[in-house]
Protein backbone atom coordinates (compact mmCIF):
# COMPACT_ATOMS: atom_id res chain seq x y z
CA UNK A 1 0.00 0.00 0.00
CA UNK A 2 1.48 2.88 -0.98
CA UNK A 3 1.85 6.30 1.10
CA UNK A 4 -1.10 8.37 -0.70
CA UNK A 5 -3.41 5.49 -0.24
CA UNK A 6 -2.63 5.34 3.56
CA UNK A 7 -3.03 9.59 3.79
CA UNK A 8 -6.34 9.05 2.39
CA UNK A 9 -7.43 6.19 3.96
CA UNK A 10 -6.48 8.17 7.50
CA UNK A 11 -8.70 11.64 6.01
CA UNK A 12 -11.38 9.41 5.47
CA UNK A 13 -11.91 7.94 8.54
CA UNK A 14 -11.64 11.47 10.02
CA UNK A 15 -14.06 13.09 8.68
CA UNK A 16 -16.35 10.26 8.41
CA UNK A 17 -15.95 9.98 12.17
CA UNK A 18 -16.63 13.96 12.29
CA UNK A 19 -20.39 13.75 10.40
CA UNK A 20 -21.20 10.58 12.05
CA UNK A 21 -20.80 12.70 15.41
CA UNK A 22 -22.39 15.26 13.94
CA UNK A 23 -25.82 13.33 13.24
CA UNK A 24 -25.22 11.94 16.43
CA UNK A 25 -25.58 15.10 18.06
CA UNK A 26 -28.69 16.17 15.76
CA UNK A 27 -30.19 13.05 17.15
CA UNK A 28 -29.44 14.50 20.29
CA UNK A 29 -31.00 17.68 19.52
CA UNK A 30 -33.94 16.03 18.34
CA UNK A 31 -35.05 13.33 21.31
CA UNK A 32 -33.65 14.93 24.64
CA UNK A 33 -36.65 16.25 26.34
CA UNK A 34 -35.33 19.61 27.99
CA UNK A 35 -32.87 22.77 26.79
CA UNK A 36 -30.28 21.62 29.05
CA UNK A 37 -29.98 18.09 27.92
CA UNK A 38 -30.57 19.31 24.31
CA UNK A 39 -27.58 21.78 24.68
CA UNK A 40 -25.02 19.48 26.38
CA UNK A 41 -26.13 16.90 23.08
CA UNK A 42 -25.66 19.79 20.89
CA UNK A 43 -22.24 21.41 22.35
CA UNK A 44 -19.90 18.39 22.86
CA UNK A 45 -20.27 15.95 20.25
CA UNK A 46 -20.86 18.40 17.68
CA UNK A 47 -17.73 20.37 18.71
CA UNK A 48 -15.35 16.81 18.42
CA UNK A 49 -17.22 16.41 14.99
CA UNK A 50 -16.05 19.76 13.99
CA UNK A 51 -12.98 19.04 15.19
CA UNK A 52 -12.72 15.79 13.17
CA UNK A 53 -13.42 17.40 9.94
CA UNK A 54 -11.30 19.98 10.01
CA UNK A 55 -8.07 17.98 11.41
CA UNK A 56 -8.92 15.83 8.31
CA UNK A 57 -8.85 18.17 6.05
CA UNK A 58 -5.60 19.94 7.26
CA UNK A 59 -4.05 16.15 7.03
CA UNK A 60 -5.17 15.90 3.68
CA UNK A 61 -4.07 19.59 2.19
CA UNK A 62 -0.81 19.21 4.37
CA UNK A 63 -0.16 15.95 2.43
CA UNK A 64 -1.54 16.85 -1.23
CA UNK A 65 -0.38 20.53 -1.41
CA UNK A 66 3.09 20.36 0.97
CA UNK A 67 1.97 23.18 2.99
CA UNK A 68 0.68 23.95 6.62
CA UNK A 69 -1.93 25.86 6.69
CA UNK A 70 -2.10 28.68 9.43
CA UNK A 71 -5.63 29.52 8.48
CA UNK A 72 -6.78 25.93 9.91
CA UNK A 73 -5.15 25.69 12.71
CA UNK A 74 -6.61 28.94 14.01
CA UNK A 75 -9.83 28.02 12.76
CA UNK A 76 -9.06 24.73 14.75
CA UNK A 77 -7.79 26.53 17.70
CA UNK A 78 -10.48 28.93 17.72
CA UNK A 79 -13.54 26.30 17.82
CA UNK A 80 -12.28 24.37 20.10
CA UNK A 81 -11.89 27.36 22.34
CA UNK A 82 -15.35 28.60 22.05
CA UNK A 83 -17.85 26.45 21.07
CA UNK A 84 -17.87 25.47 24.94
CA UNK A 85 -18.03 28.87 26.16
CA UNK A 86 -21.01 29.65 23.59
CA UNK A 87 -22.87 26.40 25.02
CA UNK A 88 -22.43 27.40 29.11
CA UNK A 89 -23.87 31.11 28.18
CA UNK A 90 -26.66 29.45 26.66
CA UNK A 91 -27.72 27.58 29.53
CA UNK A 92 -27.05 30.43 31.84
CA UNK A 93 -29.33 32.29 29.89
CA UNK A 94 -31.76 29.95 29.86
CA UNK A 95 -31.74 29.02 33.26
CA UNK A 96 -31.21 32.67 34.94
CA UNK A 97 -34.76 33.86 31.98
CA UNK A 98 -37.00 30.68 34.36
CA UNK A 99 -36.99 27.88 31.80
CA UNK A 100 -38.07 24.91 33.20
CA UNK A 101 -36.28 21.78 33.83
CA UNK A 102 -37.30 18.13 32.32
CA UNK A 103 -39.91 16.90 34.12
CA UNK A 104 -38.16 13.56 34.79
CA UNK A 105 -35.40 15.52 36.70
CA UNK A 106 -35.13 14.90 40.73
CA UNK A 107 -32.62 17.63 41.67
CA UNK A 108 -32.17 21.20 41.21
CA UNK A 109 -29.07 22.31 43.29
CA UNK A 110 -28.67 25.84 41.45
CA UNK A 111 -32.38 27.29 42.74
CA UNK A 112 -31.50 27.89 45.90
CA UNK A 113 -28.55 30.04 45.02
CA UNK A 114 -30.37 31.98 42.24
CA UNK A 115 -33.37 32.59 45.05
CA UNK A 116 -31.02 33.86 47.51
CA UNK A 117 -29.07 35.90 45.03
CA UNK A 118 -32.58 37.42 43.48
CA UNK A 119 -33.70 38.10 46.94
CA UNK A 120 -29.95 40.31 47.63
CA UNK A 121 -30.54 42.61 44.72
CA UNK A 122 -34.22 42.91 45.31
CA UNK A 123 -32.94 44.00 48.70
CA UNK A 124 -30.71 46.72 47.65
CA UNK A 125 -32.90 47.95 44.65
CA UNK A 126 -35.72 48.94 47.15
CA UNK A 127 -32.49 50.82 49.51
CA UNK A 128 -31.59 52.44 46.88
CA UNK A 129 -35.28 53.62 46.01
CA UNK B 1 -14.44 6.31 -3.64
CA UNK B 2 -12.93 9.13 -2.09
CA UNK B 3 -15.31 11.84 -3.42
CA UNK B 4 -18.45 9.33 -3.00
CA UNK B 5 -17.88 8.99 0.93
CA UNK B 6 -17.23 12.88 0.83
CA UNK B 7 -20.57 13.38 -0.95
CA UNK B 8 -21.94 10.80 2.05
CA UNK B 9 -20.73 13.03 4.37
CA UNK B 10 -21.78 16.51 3.08
CA UNK B 11 -25.38 14.43 3.13
CA UNK B 12 -24.76 13.49 7.17
CA UNK B 13 -23.83 16.88 7.63
CA UNK B 14 -27.00 18.34 5.33
CA UNK B 15 -29.45 16.21 7.66
CA UNK B 16 -28.22 17.30 10.73
CA UNK B 17 -28.56 21.30 9.25
CA UNK B 18 -32.25 20.30 8.93
CA UNK B 19 -32.82 18.77 12.20
CA UNK B 20 -31.11 22.41 13.49
CA UNK B 21 -33.55 23.97 11.72
CA UNK B 22 -36.90 21.87 12.76
CA UNK B 23 -35.59 22.74 16.19
CA UNK B 24 -35.32 26.44 15.17
CA UNK B 25 -38.89 26.36 14.44
CA UNK B 26 -40.31 24.47 16.42
CA UNK B 27 -38.03 24.91 19.88
CA UNK B 28 -40.42 26.00 22.76
CA UNK B 29 -38.10 28.15 24.15
CA UNK B 30 -35.87 31.04 22.89
CA UNK B 31 -32.43 29.71 24.13
CA UNK B 32 -33.33 26.39 21.96
CA UNK B 33 -33.49 28.37 19.26
CA UNK B 34 -30.27 29.66 19.78
CA UNK B 35 -28.64 26.97 20.33
CA UNK B 36 -29.65 25.17 17.44
CA UNK B 37 -28.73 28.23 15.27
CA UNK B 38 -25.11 28.08 17.15
CA UNK B 39 -25.23 23.90 16.05
CA UNK B 40 -26.21 24.97 12.36
CA UNK B 41 -22.85 27.67 12.34
CA UNK B 42 -21.02 24.79 13.42
CA UNK B 43 -22.39 22.07 11.03
CA UNK B 44 -21.59 24.78 8.32
CA UNK B 45 -17.95 25.06 9.09
CA UNK B 46 -17.61 21.35 8.52
CA UNK B 47 -19.54 21.43 5.16
CA UNK B 48 -17.18 24.38 3.64
CA UNK B 49 -14.11 22.23 4.84
CA UNK B 50 -15.52 19.15 3.11
CA UNK B 51 -16.10 21.22 0.01
CA UNK B 52 -12.60 23.42 -0.15
CA UNK B 53 -11.50 19.11 -0.26
CA UNK B 54 -13.78 18.39 -2.82
CA UNK B 55 -13.00 21.44 -5.26
CA UNK B 56 -9.61 21.10 -4.34
CA UNK B 57 -9.03 24.83 -3.17
CA UNK B 58 -7.44 26.53 -0.02
CA UNK B 59 -9.55 29.54 -0.86
CA UNK B 60 -12.42 28.88 1.76
CA UNK B 61 -10.24 28.60 4.92
CA UNK B 62 -10.53 32.25 5.47
CA UNK B 63 -14.84 31.44 5.60
CA UNK B 64 -14.34 28.92 8.12
CA UNK B 65 -12.81 31.28 10.73
CA UNK B 66 -15.07 33.90 9.88
CA UNK B 67 -18.19 31.74 10.42
CA UNK B 68 -16.29 30.58 13.80
CA UNK B 69 -16.23 33.97 14.78
CA UNK B 70 -19.58 35.36 13.61
CA UNK B 71 -21.59 32.53 15.11
CA UNK B 72 -19.75 32.71 18.65
CA UNK B 73 -20.19 36.67 18.56
CA UNK B 74 -23.96 36.03 17.69
CA UNK B 75 -24.48 33.71 20.39
CA UNK B 76 -23.05 35.34 22.94
CA UNK B 77 -24.81 38.65 22.17
CA UNK B 78 -28.38 36.68 21.83
CA UNK B 79 -27.79 34.60 25.47
CA UNK B 80 -26.64 38.37 26.81
CA UNK B 81 -30.02 38.91 25.33
CA UNK B 82 -31.94 37.04 27.08
CA UNK B 83 -30.61 36.74 30.29
CA UNK B 84 -30.54 40.85 30.92
CA UNK B 85 -32.87 42.10 28.27
CA UNK B 86 -30.45 44.67 26.99
CA UNK B 87 -26.67 44.04 25.21
CA UNK B 88 -24.51 46.70 25.37
CA UNK B 89 -24.23 48.05 28.94
CA UNK B 90 -25.05 52.10 29.56
CA UNK B 91 -23.55 53.41 33.14
CA UNK B 92 -25.03 55.96 34.45
CA UNK B 93 -24.78 56.05 37.78
CA UNK B 94 -21.20 56.59 38.91
Known amino acids: MSISVIIKIIVTVLILT ?3 LSILSAYGILRLPDVYTRTHAATKSTTLGVLCTLLGTFLYFWYTQGMVSIRLILGIFFVFITAPVAGHLICRAA ?3 GVKLAPESIQDD ?3 LVDQEQNEKRKSDGQNN | MFEGILLICLFFLSVSILVGLYRVIK ?3 MPDRVMALDTIGINIIAGV ?3 SIL ?4 DYFDIILLIGILSFIGTIS ?3 FIERGYIIEY ?3 Y
Open chain 2, 78 to 80: FSK
Open chain 1, 18 to 20: GTV
Open chain 2, 91 to 93: KRD
Open chain 2, 55 to 58: LNTQ
Open chain 2, 27 to 29: GPS
Open chain 2, 49 to 51: AIF
Open chain 1, 95 to 97: YRS
Open chain 1, 110 to 112: LKE
